[in-house]
């Protein structure tokens, strides 16, 4: 959503390296710079002048740190006026003393209400609480059976009106929320999530319906449903619900999408309620509290870390990727190795959002585009090759190249440009774990040697770090997908 955005602050900070000391107008001139960027970005006008103006205070007449330069120091003010301008701080979720913790789901039919309740029930099983879902929805067709199939696949069950009720569309959603918190008690189920009906737009019917509610199960979170393809309609849409609800905090949704992202820049300062919970993507995982500090850092190219650590803790075993890490650096990882790494890493969402967390990622590589069929034809070969050429390369050769591009459907040039780079990255990866002690040989796969003295990955002995040499920028860009050799597989 905010690659535009990330762009425009890149272009922005390259123009200021090289200076000694920034002047008043060089200050001015960035502010500019950084104000057409936020009103591009569909940024909110007040909240625009609001953040021009707190990093004008800061920037204007500082004493610039001796340890960075003029550009270093003026994205460092960015940075936390942009997170403070997201909302600071994480939401932290507190429990009720006496459960259960009731949450309210409102929002304009479309925003994505019954799909982010199940998220949100999801979310909460992870935490280790036992949700209830409930179906106050009875006015859109179909809602309460959708949001049963959701609860189905997430392990949650649903409480609303009989069906012939619900076929009728005469139900009570009020008399529906109340006896789900008493089932809930029953059940000695702690936290209660109900989802109300939406419009196409604000009426007094809906509002009244949603305030109904509320008053009768006395939610402990009220989180308003928005779309952030929507724009400043969503900042519009958040603070009219607020006048009647007083909303806890705002769920957006799409953030995955193609829009400029003012909305999640603006609800914050405008509504005065942080973003509670991020909607990333279509499949019920994609889901999870809103870090304002991950997302700032994210816009302005300094990636992501944490949630790529996050991602990688729950898609990757950790003994099985330390073995992994251990043979890559010892020369002895394998297209087996390779094709269990792939498919952890396609548990951890689409590649291309993965190289936008990574901090310093050229423009150029943060948006290659990795479509999954590549990721496919890549698995479609190494499924197609014997064992034995899985854990040594060098035995494809031009027969076996026809043999395993006629069972993946592919091309010999596709298989050969594929153990290619494979044996590339391998070299690389071996270089970076430093020269090696004794004499040549290979190892087993469980860690024991086969001939010569190398360390074992069990018994791996302590890098020396004055030895221990990274590849250069170019030499690792030379090992890039379509670098030189054409963009038909990635590396």
């Known amino acids: ?22 002047s008043e107008a060089d200050v001015d001139e960035v502010l500019r710079e950084i104000r057409l960027a936020l009103l591009e970005a569909d940024v909110n006008l007040s909240v625009v002048k609001s953040l021009q103006g707190r990093i004008r ?9 001796q340890a960075l330069n003029p550009a270093l120091q003026v994205k460092k003010i960015v940075l936390e006026e942009l997170t403070e301008t997201l909302g600071g701080e994480t939401l932290r979720i507190t429990y009720a003393s006496k459960p259960p913790t009731v949450v309210l789901m409102a929002g304009l039919q479309g925003s994505g209400k019954t799909t982010n309740s199940a998220k949100l029930a999801r979310w909460f099983r992870s935490q280790g609480r036992n949700p209830l879902l409930v179906g106050a929805d009875l006015q859109r067709p179909a809602a309460v059976q959708q949001l049963r199939t959701l ?14 009720v619900v076929a009728s569309g005469d139900g009570d ?10 089932e809930a008690r029953r059940l000695g189920r702690d936290v209660v999530i109900v989802d109300t009906a939406g419009r196409l737009a604000i009426d007094t019917e809906l509002m009244d319906q949603v305030r109904r509610i509320s008053d009768e199960v006395r939610p402990d979170y009220t989180f308003l449903v928005v779309d952030a393809m929507t724009g400043q309609d969503a900042v519009t849409v958040a603070e009219n619900f607020h006048a009647t609800l007083e909303l806890d905090g705002v769920i957006l949704t799409k953030l995955d999408g193609d829009a400029r992202g003012g909305a999640a820049l603006s609800v914050k300062e405008i509504v005065g309620r942080p973003i509670a919970f991020a909607s990333t993507g279509e499949l019920l995982e994609d889901f999870d509290l809103f870090h304002p500090d991950r997302l700032a850092g994210r816009i302005l190219g300094e990636g992501d870390l944490a949630t790529l650590i996050e991602k990688a803790e729950t898609a990757f075993e950790e003994e099985q990727a330390e073995a992994a890490a251990a043979r890559l650096l010892d020369g002895t990882f394998t297209f087996e190795d390779f094709l269990d790494q792939m498919q952890a890493l396609k548990r951890m969402g ?11 990622v050229p423009k150029e590589v943060r948006d ?8 496919a034809r890549i698995e479609a070969i190494i499924r197609s090759m014997t064992p034995g050429e899985r854990t040594d390369p060098d035995l494809i050769d031009q027969s076996r190249r026809a043999r395993i591009a006629k069972g993946s459907g592919t091309s010999s040039s596709d298989v050969s440009q594929l153990v290619a780079q494979f044996k590339q990255m391998r070299q690389m990866m071996q270089q ?7 004499r040549k040989g290979k190892k087993g796969r469980k860690g024991k040697e086969k001939r010569g003295g190398r360390v074992t990955a069990k018994g791996a002995a302590p890098i020396d770090k004055a030895s221990f040499a990274l ?3 170019e030499e690792m860009e030379a090992q890039l997908p379509g670098r030189n050799r054409g963009p038909e597989l990635p590396g």
Do not use: N, W
């Open 1 to 22: 959503m905010f690659e535009s955005l990330t762009d425009r602050f890149d272009g922005i900070f390259a123009r200021l390296r090289g200076k000694g000391r920034l």
């Open 173 to 182: 959603p009020v008399q529906v929320a109340a006896g789900a918190v008493a």
């Open 57 to 65: 205070e800061r920037a204007v007449g500082a004493d610039l740190s």
């Open 350 to 360: 689409p590649i291309s959002g993965l190289m936008g967390m990574l901090p310093g």
């Open 368 to 375: 290659v585009e990795i479509e999954d069929h590549q990721i």
């Open 151 to 164: 609860a189905e696949r997430v392990g949650v069950p649903v409480y609303s009106a009989p069906d012939d």
């Open 471 to 473: 590849p250069t920028l």
């Open 432 to 438: 970076m774990g430093g020269p090696k002690k004794g």
